[in-house]
C-alpha cells in the first residue's frame, strides 16, 4: 500500500463516521418538529451557503471550475444527491427504518457490480468474500422487526441504493481532476436547489428555525454533509470504486455505535457481531487490496 492508497483510505474512512452521525442529527432535528422536506431541503441550503461563504472569503480560486465540471455536478447535486435523499426518505415512509438501511447498504455491491463491468475495476475472489461478510454483517447490525405497508416504498428503497451507487462511479469516473471541495460547492448547491424546487418549504428559516433548530440543522450541514462529501470524494480519487464503497460501511457501524452514546440506545448481542464482523471485512480489504 503506498501513501496515495492509505490518504484515501483515511479521508474515506473519515467520511463514512461523519455520515454515520446524519441519523443522530435526524433524530434530533425530527423531535424538534422539523419534517423530512425541510430537513433536507434546509441541510443543503445552509451547507452551500457555508460553501460558498469560506471559499469566497478564503480561497476564490477554488470556485471555478470549467463548465465540463459544473454540468457534471450539476447533474450528480440533482440526479444523484438530492434525488438518492428523496427515494430514501419516501423507502422510510413505507416501511420499517432498519429494512430501508438495509436495503440502501446493497449499494456497495452494486458500486462493486457496476464497476467492474463498466468500469473494468476487476476484483478477486477474496474481495467478492468479504463484500458479501460486510454485508452479512451490516444485515446483522440493521435487524429488527421489518414491514412494507406498500410497493412504492420497496421501490423506492432499492432506488436509493442504485441511485447512490451510481452516484459513487461517476464521481470516481468523472471528477478525478477537479478539487474535491470545488465539487462539494457546485454537487450541494444544485441538490438544495432541486430539494428547494420539490420539498417547497418555507425559505424564511430566519423565522422558521428555532436556535436549537439551527444548532442541529448547523451540525448536519458541516460534519454530515460539506466534510463527509468533500472528503469520500477526495477518496475516491484515489482509491477504487468499490473498495471505497466498502468502507463506507462503517456508516451503518458508526450509527448504531453512536446512537448508542447519544441517545442511550442499547445494542444487541446480533448488532455487536455484526458490527465486529464489518470492521473485521474491512480490516482485511484494506491489509489486503486488490491489485
Keep these: 500500500m503506498n501513501r496515495k492508497q492509505l490518504a484515501g483510505i483515511i479521508e474515506i474512512t473519515l467520511g463514512s463516521l461523519g455520515f454515520g452521525f446524519l441519523g443522530i442529527f435526524g433524530k434530533w432535528a425530527f423531535a424538534s418538529g422539523l419534517g423530512v422536506g425541510e430537513l433536507l431541503t434546509y441541510r443543503f441550503i445552509i451547507a452551500a451557503l457555508l460553501l460558498w461563504a469560506g471559499l469566497f472569503i478564503f480561497s476564490r480560486d477554488k470556485i471555478i471550475i470549467p463548465r465540463a465540471q459544473l454540468v457534471i455536478s450539476a447533474c450528480l447535486g440533482i440526479l444523484g444527491y438530492a434525488v438518492f435523499a428523496t427515494l430514501y426518505f419516501t423507502a422510510i415512509k413505507g416501511m420499517s427504518v432498519g429494512l430501508a438501511a438495509l436495503l440502501l447498504y446493497t449499494y456497495p455491491f452494486w458500486v462493486s457490480l457496476l464497476g467492474h463491468f463498466f468500469l473494468k475495476e476487476r476484483m478477486n475472489q477474496t474481495q467478492w468474500l468479504l463484500l458479501l461478510g460486510a454485508f452479512i454483517g451490516v444485515s446483522c447490525l440493521l435487524w429488527g422487526q421489518f414491514h412494507i405497508s406498500n410497493m412504492t416504498a420497496l421501490i423506492a428503497g432499492l432506488g436509493s441504493a442504485l441511485t447512490y ?18 465539487s462539494s460547492l457546485y454537487v450541494i448547491t444544485f441538490a438544495a436547489i432541486a430539494l428547494a424546487v420539490f420539498h417547497q418549504p418555507n425559505l424564511q428559516m430566519w423565522n422558521v428555525l ?4 439551527w444548532q442541529v440543522v448547523l451540525a448536519i450541514a458541516s460534519i454530515s454533509t460539506i466534510l463527509p462529501m468533500t472528503l469520500i470524494l477526495a477518496g475516491l480519487q484515489k482509491l477504487k470504486s468499490s473498495q471505497a464503497a466498502l468502507i463506507t460501511m462503517l456508516e451503518p457501524v458508526t450509527a448504531a455505535i453512536a446512537a448508542g452514546i447519544f441517545l442511550h ?8 457481531i455484526g458490527a465486529t464482523i464489518v470492521i473485521t471485512c474491512l480490516a482485511l480489504s484494506i491489509l489486503k487490496p486488490g491489485k
Design 165 to 182: 451507487a451510481a452516484y459513487i462511479l461517476f464521481s470516481a469516473r468523472y471528477q478525478r481532476s477537479v478539487k474535491p471541495i470545488s
Design 210 to 213: 428555532s436556535t436549537y433548530q
Design 265 to 272: 440506545e442499547s445494542m444487541s448481542t446480533l448488532q455487536i
